[in-house]
């Protein structure tokens, strides 16, 4: 990497921090300022996702602005996101005009205008929500799943676990299916399916035994869905036999699987669990018997957290709580670890995967195409941001194809899978010593805590210069020290063979 590429991710970085500072804003008080008609909301919302090509075309004029209004109307706590400064960021970010490609797909046989669903969940769980979301772009939704039960919900119902300042880390729920009648969910379905015809309409459903799988397929289907996903996977449902009960046990799947395949024609997707150890034995077992495909993963079985002050759990139910799903961006490791498993195993190869867990931007979703996935999903985002986040979605993925000369997202579908080996297959015979950039640095010696106390102590700290500086042949290239600077200070050296 050149200097100048260097310089340029740091610029990113910082500006990312700086954009991460704000509130997003329902009617933003910035962009309703602007003379110009400007919309700096949107070049901040861009450089939030990642889509710095983006950011620069809704600030075309702030150039030659020299009143920043949009700044001092900014209600950001504690100190006003600098506008005007990250709007030559982007800027310089611009790129010329160029044709995007198209995010068109084909998943189990039906043709999607863009890989990007929202997932079954509290934000696909009516008519006018879903609606909204297919209006701004989405390419299909898998509707908040069906039962011919109404369950009873607790409140609250949602937790978050924060940490330095970042308010939503990972986000937990009590949430089961949905909450409406059979009748209103399937009236919604079908309203959903014949205002956007275009669009794809997934009908999530959960049985109690074989009847009801086969009765609700039944029924989705004669009310216009195009797709069923099979909930075996849902941690907190308050019954025996439900949600991920079921996804732990591949008879189970391999039962209901065949008693969903029986009501229906249209493609089944199994949604598998991640509360276990191997997910591609319930996956065969939901394969052989019938599923066309899989979705993973569902949310992770968690506790959050303890109230110190009464030993309560949280979120507090009248002084108790219960184990249920966490998701958000906390869990993505987790979930590429098992789109991995899933697209790697013999028995499974060509089965399309529906991938889950942790999406917030572009470049998330890009990774779940990279490890197999053809179809993606996404909640816990949607819930933080709303459903706006699809025009950043879908403008940065097809801006990353353009670069890269991807002319359609399955060129992507699974390229990076031959880079993932076993552990035992790693090159262990070379190394990469970290490069220090003493004119980036701050000065905060955070790197030389690390590696004295979490390290090979290879990192001395000049009081005077307020320096770290390295002991190469104490140095074993493990990168603890890359990994935390702040200031993007640290790089990685050529790789070279280890001395004898």
Not at 112 to 134: D, G, Q, T, W
Not at 219 to 227: L, P
Request: proline fraction near 6%.
């Amino acid at each position: 990497m050149t200097k100048a590429q260097e310089n340029e991710n740091l610029q990113r970085v910082c500006a990312a921090d700086e954009a991460a500072r704000c509130l997003l804003c329902l009617d933003a008080p910035c962009t309703a300022a602007c003379p110009a008609q400007c919309s700096p909301a949107r070049m901040l919302q861009s450089i939030r996702f990642e889509n710095t090509g983006g950011a620069a075309k809704s600030v075309p004029n702030c150039a030659a602005c020299s009143t920043a209004v949009c700044e001092q109307a900014c209600i950001a706590p504690l100190r006003k996101v600098p506008i005007k400064k990250l709007a030559a960021c982007a800027a310089a970010w611009a790129v010329p005009a160029a044709e995007l490609p198209s995010l068109a797909v084909t998943f189990c046989g039906i043709p999607c205008e863009n890989p990007f669903f929202l997932s079954s969940s509290v934000i696909s769980s009516n008519y006018e929500m879903c609606a909204r979301a297919l209006r701004a772009g989405w390419g299909g939704v898998v509707f908040k799943t069906i039962g011919v039960f109404q369950p009873q919900e607790t409140s609250p119902r949602f937790d978050a676990v924060r940490k330095e300042g970042t308010p939503f880390v990972g986000f937990r729920n009590l949430e089961q299916i949905s909450d409406h009648t059979l009748a209103e969910n399937l009236q919604f379905l079908h309203d959903l399916k014949r205002d956007f015809p275009t669009k794809v309409i997934v009908a999530s459903i959960m049985g109690r035994d074989e009847a009801e799988w086969t009765f609700l397929a039944q029924k989705v289907t004669e009310a216009g869905a195009d797709m069923i996903e099979c909930n075996f996977s849902c941690p907190q449902m308050a019954g025996e036999g439900l949600g991920s009960d079921v996804g732990q046990n591949p008879e189970l799947v391999r039962c209901y699987t065949k008693a969903t395949v029986r009501g229906t024609h249209l493609p089944v997707l199994a949604k598998m669990t991640p509360n276990l150890g191997s997910m591609e034995i319930p996956a065969k077992a939901a394969v052989e018997a019938g599923a066309a495909g899989l979705a993973a993963i569902n949310t992770v079985k968690s506790i959050t957290g303890l109230n110190l002050n009464d030993w309560s759990g949280t979120p507090d139910v009248g002084g108790k709580s219960a184990v249920s799903g966490y998701s958000g961006k906390a869990i993505k490791p987790i979930a590429l670890r098992f789109i991995h498993d899933l697209a790697k195993c013999l028995e499974l190869q060509g089965v399309p995967l529906s991938g889950m867990g942790g999406i917030e931007t572009w470049r998330d979703a890009a990774e779940f195409l990279l490890l197999g996935c053809t179809n993606l999903q996404v909640t816990t985002a949607v819930m933080q941001y709303g459903y706006r986040i699809i025009t950043d979605l879908k403008e940065g993925l097809a801006r990353y194809m353009a670069e890269k000369k991807i002319a359609s997202v399955q060129e992507m579908v699974g390229q990076a899978l031959p880079n993932l080996v076993p552990a035992d297959a790693l090159d262990r015979g070379t190394f990469s010593l970290p490069v220090f950039h003493k004119q980036r640095c701050l000065g905060c010696g955070r790197c030389v805590i690390a590696c004295q106390d979490a390290g090979h102590q290879a990192l001395l700290w000049d009081k005077k210069t307020r320096r770290p500086t390295l002991v190469g042949a104490k140095c074993v290239g493990c990168h603890l020290c890359l990994q935390l600077c702040p200031a993007g200070a640290v790089t990685a050296g050529k790789r070279v063979h280890k001395p004898n």
